[in-house]
């Protein structure tokens, strides 16, 4: 049976321009990160609407391969589909990252940034792996 689970790493964004580094481990019993959906918790003002409010760069296992590039939009619909990821986990391995606002204006309000990885217990499945 295929074990699915979401690690949430969340971002709090004080000031403008501000650089926010992270560390975040993942279950060793998970093996495969699926993907990954970068969101914005809550709502900013309206003119804010479809402009980029930041750029995310993340590394797994120990920096040794940078799988995601992401910048973040206040959308109006709100919520993303997750978009795919493809990337096989060492056991006990950190996922690193960097957030970098990029709203440089001087009406800026703190925000909450969300990052949810979604990961299995498998290596890989096959369609065959049923039967």
Do not use: W
């Not at 809550?42 to 992401?70: C, P, W, Y």
């Not at 009406?107 to 369609?127: A, I, N, S």
């Amino acid at each position: 049976m295929l074990v699915t689970r979401y690690s949430i790493v969340s971002l709090r964004v004080q000031k403008p321009g501000e650089i926010i580094s992270f560390q975040h481990k993942i279950p060793a019993y998970l093996k495969r990160c699926t993907g990954f959906k970068l969101s914005l918790v809550g709502a900013l003002d309206s003119k804010h609407l479809n402009t980029e409010l930041g750029r995310l760069s993340v590394s797994f296992n120990s920096l040794k391969e940078e799988a995601i590039t992401a910048s973040l939009k206040q959308e109006e619909l709100g919520s993303q589909d997750f978009q795919e990821l493809e990337v096989q986990l060492h056991p006990g391995q950190i996922v690193s990252g960097v957030y970098v606002d990029t709203m440089l204006g001087e009406d800026f309000t703190p925000y909450k940034v969300q990052l949810y990885l979604r990961c299995t217990d498998k290596e890989g499945q096959t369609q065959n792996e049923k039967g």
